[in-house]
């Protein structure tokens, strides 16, 4: 656990990507064999849940420090996090016992499960007491699934490629699928997988950049193709061994949510994997995304769910073909493929093609992509046809052009502290515009796009205009204005505003802006009429 820790609060302390790689890579060498599978897991999202609620864990913790309930809420609205505010009022232990390795420690923890209350507090407790100041830390964080850190699954990718002498693309692709750190081991899983081993496991899927300058910079245009950026669930639709398998790009198995496209596993091939989008479709036309999130997240897939928000998947790009892995295949021999594959398929409203468009000149693609709202996309693909199906976000043969963001100016009214290297530091922020009876009504919240000098000078303002505190969140006096970019709009019953926003950042600080001059609802509305 003490390797581990220090790993931890490593990581957490630079913002540097080698320093992140070679953390994760002296990790990955010297760790004992049984903890490499569980800090595997945690990095790539597999955390097994344990119910311990975080009020008595409050609690328990105030009672050993003995300090009164108001005490520790202050500390916690100070530090900004539970775990860590946990972690630095209990009193120090001196006399450690020997040492639990982190594999041991998550066996500890799985007995909380069938535990009762008072069981639990006495697990909790006894763990506290036979760890240091940062194990509680890291040990709190593993409680309470509030495991987060600046590490992506491409930096472990490369830490492990690096420390095992194999192909990030192997890597990437052993990780992927359905597996779980208590039925594995690091080295079944890493060291003497075969690509092959599992009939269900998808292809790490290739991600594009956003567009960098002209288009003319990316040369003769008849080197690109273009297709319509389509807004759903990035997906692979698998079928092997007379089995169909859905897994999305967030690495989750999605079969059983989408019983239409199970027809996939009578019309396409054995040894076929397809790359594409799971979109809401009728009518011969993709919906709104809006439509589509009446589905995710669900449990149960109802009949009424299937009628309102019928689902299709179209097809971009194939990476299986007749059971070859054929992604070093140039794109536009992939796009053949995938045609020929189509058109040997008898034509349904399930299983569609992802239409390339027809352009001249960058400027007739400049002037088509103005029409991407109307046909219900965010922009355009641009892929190099002669381009590999590559593992991962990386330039050059794939680009993503989207459309500029829906945008509002708003006012900052509500903030709250943000996590790791700015836990100290109020960047989670709450907007609002004015409504008919000069009330600020709040419609999003928003952490990104200040710079870091930015951050700071708000954070000064916050620390000098609160008005009110609601545990970790502050009211602020309304005066500062900022610009609010969003993806996407719909009515929402859920939301005070009765609006609801899709991906919302923060486009610039309106300082040239008085408070009164920020947008209405009225504004928000007028563009979800336009854009419904």
Same mark, same amino acid.
């Given at each position: 656990? #003490? ?18 790689? %070679? ?25 097994? !849940?344990?119910?311990?609620? $975080? &009020?008595q ?20 609205? $100070?530090?900004?996090?539970?775990? %860590? ?46 760890? !240091?100041? /940062? ?59 075969? %690509? ?15 567009i960098?300058?002209d ?39 999605? &079969?059983? +949510? ?27 036309k ?7 999130q ?7 897939? &109802? ?7 019928p ?14 892995d ?10 053949? +493929? ?22 001249n000149?960058?400027?007739?693609? #400049?002037?088509? /992509? ?59 922020? &709450? ?14 919240k ?27 969140? =502050?009211?602020?006096t ?14 929402s $019953? ?13 486009? =610039? ?10 947008? $209405?609802?009225?504004n ?9």
């Amino acid at each position: 656990m #003490k390797l581990f820790s220090e790993l931890f609060l490593n990581l957490d302390r630079t913002n540097k990507t080698n320093d992140k790689i %070679e953390l994760l890579k002296e990790y990955f060498t010297i760790a004992p064999e049984e903890d490499k599978i569980w800090a595997l897991a945690l990095f790539t999202g597999r955390r097994p !849940s344990f119910k311990v609620n $975080s &009020t008595q864990m409050q609690q328990w913790a105030a009672s050993i420090a003995q300090i009164p309930d108001w005490l520790f809420r202050e500390s916690y609205n $100070s530090v900004g996090d539970l775990g %860590e505010t946990i972690s630095l009022v209990l009193p120090q232990n001196e006399n450690l016992p020997a040492e639990r390795s982190l594999a041991q420690w998550f066996d500890y923890l799985n007995q909380l499960p069938s535990m009762s209350d008072e069981e639990k507090k006495n697990l909790v407790l006894n763990a506290w007491k036979e760890l !240091s100041q /940062h194990e509680i830390f890291v040990f709190n964080k593993l409680l309470m699934g509030s495991f987060r850190i600046g590490v992506s699954q491409t930096l472990v990718v490369r830490a492990i490629a690096e420390a095992t002498n194999l192909e990030p693309s192997i890597i990437a692709h052993r990780l992927m699928g359905k597996w779980l750190p208590s039925d594995t081991t690091f080295e079944n899983l890493i060291l003497k997988a075969d %690509e092959n081993d599992n009939a269900s496991r998808p292809f790490p899927f290739y991600l594009a950049y956003a567009i960098e300058g002209d288009l003319a910079d990316l040369g003769p245009e008849h080197d690109w193709i273009a297709e319509w950026k389509w807004d759903g669930i990035r997906s692979q639709i698998i079928c092997r061994n007379n089995e169909l398998f859905i897994w999305t790009r967030g690495e989750e198995l999605a &079969t059983d +949510k989408f019983p239409e496209l199970h027809v996939l596993k009578s019309l396409l091939p054995d040894g076929t994997v397809l790359d594409g989008e799971i979109v809401t479709y009728r009518d011969g036309k993709p919906l709104p995304f809006n439509v589509l999130q009446t589905r995710i997240g669900r449990k149960n897939v &109802t009949k009424s769910i299937l009628e309102s928000a019928p689902v299709a998947f179209i097809a971009y790009d194939i990476l299986e073909y007749n059971g070859e892995d054929i992604r070093n295949h140039p794109q536009l021999l992939r796009r053949n +493929k995938l045609e020929l594959l189509y058109n040997q398929i008898p034509q349904n409203d399930i299983f569609k093609l992802s239409e390339l468009l027809i352009f001249n000149d960058w400027n007739e693609l #400049k002037e088509l /992509h103005t029409h991407s709202r109307e046909n219900v996309a965010e922009g355009f693909m641009l892929k190099n046809k002669h381009g590999s199906y590559q593992v991962g976000r990386k330039k050059g043969d794939w680009w993503k052009w989207k459309v500029d963001p829906l945008s509002i100016d708003a006012v900052l009214i509500y903030a709250q502290k943000g996590h790791g290297r700015r836990a100290e530091l109020f960047t989670d922020y &709450t907007f609002a515009v004015w409504d008919a009876d000069d009330k600020l009504i709040p419609f999003a919240k928003a952490y990104s796009g200040l710079t870091d000098k930015e951050i700071a000078q708000v954070d000064h303002f916050i620390r000098n205009n609160t008005v009110e505190k609601f545990g970790p969140v =502050r009211t602020v006096t309304p005066q500062l204005v900022f610009e609010i970019g969003f993806e996407g709009i719909n009515a929402s $019953s859920r939301h005070k505003s009765g609006i609801a926003v899709r991906f919302p950042r923060i486009l =610039r600080w309106r300082k040239d802006k008085p408070v009164k001059e920020a947008d $209405s609802l009225q504004n928000l509305k007028g563009i979800l009429e336009t854009y419904k």
